[in-house]
């Protein structure tokens, strides 16, 4: 397993500094959001040229870093259409920067039927699952022409929230470029986070085979909801996942969500420590 980190969440400070940490905390990959993480240069769809990606590739390659993951986190189920065609438009420059960067996945979530992005229950409606469907059928054409994984990660507040809606979403597009990004935590809400092992179980019974990469957290139940913490601070037990991921995805990708700088090396210690335990 080659643990990572988002970029993002690694201290303010240009890429290449923020490289230079990672390398130093011993992290071998990082999840990379443009614009969450660059700041010294544009990185809208017209600065994406095929001199940047090349750049950014020797750059990371200089500190010993994968790009695990290019995260395009925009809602394909917005009803607005006009913000449609430019999340389309992001969509497809992504990709093909991807295709040039050799980054892992093209990464995101699956959307709310509103612009706020937020849930309500008719995320979780078959109307709104057919919805989504239909509306990532460009963006894995897209992600074929250019010979890119495009990653899909079942949250429960957005449309594909269990592993049961993440496998008739692979199956009904049914493309060898479509794959899941494995967030367990994220399949986790105040309703249903005591049956956590169960779900986490069906997951990789239904999606194993089609998962791309693995992002790890930790949570704690606070105020009647899920807080999302770093790994080791919460109440996750890690064996049965990362039992998997030794037995079933060697070298596979697997980067740490909601640390901070004071607490990221701790993390990933804790969880290479039950990797290497199993």
Do not use: W
Not at 12 to 26: D, S, T, V, Y
Not at 76 to 102: C, D, H, Q, V
Not at 202 to 208: C, D, I, W
Not at 222 to 237: F, H, I, N, P, W
Request: aromatic share 8%; proline share 4%; glycine share 6%.
């Amino acid at each position: 397993m080659q643990l990572g980190i988002r970029l993002h969440d690694i201290k303010k400070a240009p890429l290449e500094e923020r490289l230079c940490i990672a390398k130093e905390q011993g992290f071998k990959c990082g999840h990379l959001a443009l614009a969450k993480v660059i700041s010294e240069f544009p990185t809208d769809n017209g600065a994406l040229t095929p001199g940047l990606a090349m750049y950014l590739k020797k750059l990371f390659s200089k500190y010993d870093q994968d790009i695990a993951v290019l995260g395009c986190y925009l809602n394909l189920t917005n009803p607005n259409e006009e913000t449609m065609k430019k999340t389309y438009a992001r969509y497809f420059a992504n990709i093909r920067f991807a295709s040039l960067l050799g980054a892992g996945v093209v990464g995101t979530e699956t959307g709310a039927v509103n612009e706020e992005y937020s849930f309500e229950e008719r995320n979780h409606s078959e109307e709104a699952l057919k919805v989504f469907i239909e509306r990532v059928k460009p963006v894995v054409k897209c992600a074929e022409d250019f010979g890119v994984i495009f990653a899909i990660e079942p949250v429960f507040k957005h449309i594909v929230c269990d592993p049961k809606r993440a496998r008739r979403v692979l199956d009904e597009i049914a493309s060898p470029n479509l794959q899941i990004i494995f967030d367990p935590v994220n399949l986790l809400d105040i309703s249903n986070y005591e049956r956590r092992e169960e779900i986490f179980a069906e997951a990789v019974e239904l999606l194993g085979d089609d998962i791309a990469m693995l992002h790890l957290k930790d949570f704690v139940v606070e105020d009647g909801a899920l807080k999302s913490v770093a790994c080791g601070t919460g109440e996750m037990q890690y064996e049965n996942i990362l039992r998997f991921v030794k037995l079933k995805k060697p070298f596979m990708h697997a980067t740490l969500e909601n640390t901070v700088p004071e607490n990221a090396v701790k993390a990933r210690e804790f969880i290479q420590g039950i990797y290497d335990r199993i």
